[in-house]
């Protein structure tokens, strides 16, 4: 295992801190996220865009690509954590 973060300017790497996590983007269309857009409204949109925007991708995502855990707040983190563990997600 090799996995590196994507997020611009992050230089985890596993391999330097084996106690970072490592997470592959959700699936596209699977759940539907609240966020606040760019004039204060509350819209819904697909968890994986979500991530996209928030993390300031700005390339393609591919199915190796990981994002660790330095970039998710602890409430944010298991709250994925539980939706896992029931098969939700």
């Known amino acids: 295992m090799n996995h590196y973060c994507c997020v611009p300017r992050c230089s985890s790497w596993i391999k330097m801190d084996p106690k970072l996590t490592f997470h592959i983007f959700p699936e596209r269309g699977k759940h539907r996220v609240s966020l606040i857009n760019k004039f204060g409204e509350k819209e819904r949109i697909d968890r994986r865009k979500a991530w996209i925007l928030k993390l300031k991708i700005g390339k393609p995502v591919s199915k190796f690509m990981r994002v660790c855990s330095l970039h998710f707040a602890e ?6 954590l539980r939706i896992q563990k029931s098969g939700i997600y």
């Open 75 to 80: 409430e944010e983190y298991f709250i994925d």
